[in-house]
């Protein structure tokens, strides 16, 4: 069909503040990438803008020096690979009992369910729960406390109900099919979209978690990388990083600043290298959630 020519304005505005939102959201995160190759003199004095200047891997090198930040990396892959995978199970287990209308009584699950994403204990509780089980300072207390989410479960719950067809199931009870035969090889197969939006939603929570590291862990060791670096980017704490026996102290604030950009892309370079393996079915996964109840 031929476009008016207010269509094309239209069209051509609808672009341009895309465009703009897009630079305006892309920016900051190349901001930080050319800056962290830059040299912090540089940097704090405002000359980098568009490319790297005085081009340096201090920052990095300084990174790969500090066993501190090493421990917390392979910690926070370690909580994000299990995390993920006890995410799935519970999630799966959960969502594919309520998408079964041969389930008597799921609506009134789905009501007990709905009512704990409004209604929670609070932290005290849950940190005196925790503490009874005898998880604190462990590493189950990553991965068990936020072992599910109540708005995952709805949305997978949906998504089975509204793509896979109720004679999928009949056809396989009358195959000889068990449950669990059904859910293992034919609705988790044809169920791969919704599943990487899962993962997805779960490992950037376990990636970019650090809360429930603060409160239910005492040992650095365990820490993850995000509480490192909040540490490092909220409270300035860099005496680990820093070469103390440096006589200039100008040195040392350069060498900060240099860590901290450098810092924020080792912590980010994960997501950013998974998520475009996934994009494509994030819209699919929201939509599902988004259209039906």
Known sequence: MLESRSDRWVNALIHTLLIVVSLAVLYPLFFVLIASFSSPEAVIRGEVWLWPKGVTLVGYERILQNKEILSGYMNTISYTVVGTAINLVMTVAAAYPLSRKDFYGRHAFTALILFTM??????????????????????????????????????????FQSSIPNEIHEAASIDGCSNMQTLVRIVLPLSVPILAVMVLFYSVGHWNAYFNALIYLTDRAKYPLQLILREILVQGQMQEMVDVSDDSLARSIMDAEAIKFAAVMVANLPVLLLYPFLQKYFVKGVMVGALKG
């Open 118 to 159: 409004f209604f929670s204990g609070g932290m005290v509780p849950t940190y005196l729960l925790i503490k009874k089980l005898g998880m604190l300072n462990t590493y189950w207390a990553m991965v068990i406390p936020s072992a599910l989410s109540v708005w995952n479960i709805v949305i997978m719950r949906t998504f």
